[in-house]
């Protein structure tokens, strides 16, 4: 394990980890965002950070294991798919707690990063649990690899830094929550016929599976999976009543694919088959 010791910034850190290390460019400071370092880290227990009376502030997304915070005289665990943005102009400490501690992260300066810092804590405080990470570990890669190239256009790395802290802005606000969840029973509506898998969702949203099972139980109070069993059963319940299809033909029509599925979502739900459901209404 090597460790780095720059003023006031401490850090135990595995050399295998992908880390970019960049002075900021004075000249782009107020109007560019920069990253003093971005990277992916797998951390492994003994992992100590402390730093303060620093410029910057630290985006972290933890992808598996654990770490304890210690800020702002309180103690908070990292959990598994939460992201956490602090400012270095007040101390802070992380140890890891579990076997390792993987996160993604970037040490980010300079625009109005302030400002969305501010916003993000007005909204859901420091801490947001439950985090979607498709946009920000997809965008933590692409600014490693911009800071691996030879000739840095820090113009295009602003974009990115940019993109980024909306996506937290965006996540920390309580209405997208919400709105994620209506968005996905908008579409299950649209396509219970056809066959959808929790990845289809997900990729539909561009949220991870995690948070969203997690917000759509929260909000509707059952899974995605039950929803459209349910939703499939409403369909069908109609069409037994409304139309002269057979039994195969609506399960084909609703989403349940075949005659076997639908008798037994009935059997499950109602206690009787299809046939026994229209006859109850002939």
């Known amino acids: 394990m090597e460790k780095i010791f720059k003023s006031e910034f401490i850090v135990t850190r595995k050399p295998t980890s992908l880390l970019a290390l960049k002075n900021p460019r004075d000249l782009n400071k107020n109007f560019l965002y920069q990253a003093l370092d971005v990277g992916y880290e797998y951390n492994e227990k003994g992992y100590y950070h402390q730093r303060e009376n620093g410029v910057c502030h630290l985006v972290v997304y933890t992808k ?6 210690e800020y702002e005289g309180k103690e908070i665990e990292l959990k598994p ?10 101390k802070s400490v992380i140890k890891a707690l579990d076997s390792h501690w993987e996160i993604y992260f970037m040490h980010v300066m300079g625009a109005n990063t302030d400002e969305i810092y501010r916003a993000v804590c007005q909204y859901n405080g420091y801490l947001i649990e439950n985090f979607s990470d498709n946009i920000f570990t997809e965008g933590i890669l692409s600014l490693y690899r911009e800071y691996k190239k030879p000739n840095i256009d820090y113009y295009s790395i602003s974009k990115i830094i940019y993109s980024l802290l909306l996506d937290v802005v965006k ?10 969840v209506q968005r996905a029973i908008s579409y299950l509506s649209q396509n219970y016929p056809k066959k959808i898998t929790l990845d289809d969702i997900c990729r539909e949203l561009f949220i991870s599976k995690y948070f969203f099972i997690r917000k759509f139980h929260a909000e509707v109070g059952c899974s995605p999976k039950q929803y459209l069993t349910k939703l499939r059963l409403e369909k069908a319940k109609y069409m037994l009543i409304h139309t002269d299809n057979s039994v195969a033909e609506i399960a084909q029509a609703v989403g349940f694919e075949s005659e076997k599925n639908i008798y037994y979502a009935f059997k499950s739900a109602l206690g009787i088959s299809p046939r026994e459901y229209k006859e109850n209404f002939v």
């Open 64 to 69: 598996s294991g654990s770490a304890l915070l």
């Open 81 to 90: 798919n939460s992201l956490l943005f602090i400012t270095f102009a007040q």
């Open 171 to 180: 996540q920390s606000h309580p209405d997208f929550r919400h709105e994620i």
